[in-house]
């Protein structure tokens, strides 16, 4: 009994976990993807676009220190591949960038010439789901007696909300592992 139930919770955490941790994202998949693409194929824009990229989520790029560098550069200067005016530069050779909002991160190589020859990336950074929504959002009857007394275990059923977290955002899994709270 107590076996199953703490298996139950687990899972659930598991679910909490996926939905919320940041990822460490390493750029291209390999170690030495920051450098001119050999191809239009094998361009970095391509594999951005493949990736799902949350707030809170770190890219990783990986070149040689002193060989290269990592320019993070407005549109305009991504477009012309002008590399006098970056918003921030990187030459560690590690360079780890935290995607602290949504929207579009613009990269380029800060060797002359490298950006021109297709060395450069845009990130779309996604918001999480339902985060910024407020709590009392996702209950259609919130009515502070049901939510609170144990009685919340009998109308709202696990199996129910494991449903909802898997379709719903961030919201609706806090709301599974509570209700497993009460019920476990
Ligand atoms: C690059 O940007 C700077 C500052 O905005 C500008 O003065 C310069 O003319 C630009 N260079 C090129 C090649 O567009």
């Known amino acids: 009994m107590a076996g199953s139930s703490s298996c139950s919770l687990l899972v659930l955490f598991v679910l909490f976990g996926c939905a919320f941790a940041a990822k460490d994202i390493l750029?291209?998949?390999k170690t030495d993807a920051w450098k001119v693409p050999s191809s239009e194929s094998d361009s970095l824009n391509k594999w951005a676009s493949s990736v799902r990229f949350q707030v809170g989520d770190h890219l990783i790029l990986k070149y040689e220190a002193g060989k290269d560098s990592v320019?993070?550069?407005s549109k305009e200067d991504y477009d012309s591949c002008n590399i006098s005016k970056p918003i921030k530069h990187y030459n560690d050779g590690n360079t780890k960038v935290r995607f602290d909002h949504s929207?579009?991160?613009y990269y380029i190589s800060g060797e002359k010439g490298h950006c021109e020859k297709g060395q450069k990336l845009t990130v779309v950074v996604m918001s999480l789901k339902g985060g910024s929504?407020?709590?009392v959002a996702f209950s259609p009857s919130p009515s502070p007696a049901e939510v609170e007394g144990p009685a919340a275990s009998v109308v709202a059923p696990a199996p129910t909300s494991g449903a909802a977290v898997l379709q719903g955002g961030g919201v609706f899994?806090?709301?599974?592992v509570f209700v497993a709270m009460w019920l476990f």
């Open 173 to 176: 899994v806090a709301v599974g």
């Open 103 to 105: 929207g579009p991160y």
């Open 133 to 135: 929504r407020p709590i």
């Open 71 to 73: 320019l993070q550069v």
């Open 27 to 29: 750029l291209g998949g």
